[in-house]
């Protein structure tokens, strides 16, 4: 888990959605009880957001699901891409072997013999 | 880039993990070696052109293989991977290694970097299901029956294709 890239996800989708809304980072933080810096600095990825933030900002920003939209999707903050080929693979061989990489798990060999 | 490969090396790694494991006799074990070796193999199904693969991830070797292809193809691209694993550890540990089915026959002309890599797995592969004494051992037993015939029993004594045996016995003489 990469957390840096996290926190600017989560960041980088509070801001696209308050700017969606026309509201400013002062309307915003007025909302959910908090600094026009914090929201910026959230927005940046520089501060972390506690979970009742989250979920006062998911309020303020009109999301009807709650916080879930706005979180990164996990695979985008996994410290693990894969170093594929550069060419030479069309998108979906990429993604089988991309797949077929993923489905072993080598935590827990099941032969681990050296 | 140099395009120095060295073919004679390959056979030599091939012939000694025969030795290693012990095997004496065709049809070669290369699942069971792979799996020694530390492996994790994998079957998937891949598009068709895709023979196989190798990588190794956090210090775990994995080599995949296409479950359509005919078993006989998917031992040699296991062997063609297992090749990887011993020449070219330190490669297929920065990157994933894709084989496509061109890479398994390509003529070795002309090579760049890359191509110097498969022509020495090519080779060591070729050692390692065929061992060049055995392949010429099984043919003067089966001096009476006539060349196809001969090829087909020989193919299946090694689980190859009759086209694998052939290429092999074109490389030899």
Known sequence: MDEKKLYKGLGEMIAARRNKLGLNQANLAKQVNMSRASIANIEVGRQRVLVHQLYLLAEALELTDGPRSLLPIARAVSTDTLPMPEGGLTVKQKSQIEQLVGSISTTKPKTAKK | ????????????????????????????????????????????????ELSGMAYVKD???????????????????I???????????????????????????????????????????????????????????????????????????????????????????????
């Open chain 2, 59 to 77: 210090g775990h070797p994995i080599i995949g293989v296409n479950a359509m292809h005919h078993p006989n193809r998917q031992r040699f691209t």
């Open chain 2, 79 to 173: 062997a063609h991977e297992i090749a990887h694993l011993v020449l070219h550890r330190d490669y297929i540990t920065a990157q994933v290694h894709v084989d496509k089915a061109f890479t398994l026959k390509r003529d070795p002309v002309a090579a760049s970097g890359t191509d110097a890599l498969e022509i020495e797995a090519n080779a060591f592969a070729a050692q390692l299901l065929m061992p060049a004494d055995w392949v010429k051992q099984a043919f003067a037993t089966e001096l009476e029956l006539d060349d196809e015939t001969a090829l087909s029993v020989v193919a299946r004594k090694f689980r190859v294709s009759t086209s694998a045996i052939q290429n092999r016995i074109m490389q030899m003489f």
């Open chain 2, 1 to 48: 880039m140099s395009s120095i490969f060295d073919k004679a090396h390959a056979v030599k790694e091939a012939t000694r993990i025969l030795a290693q494991f012990s095997i004496t006799a065709p049809p070669v074990p290369v699942e069971k070696i792979a799996k020694q070796l530390g492996a994790i193999l994998q079957y998937a199904p891949l598009d068709d």
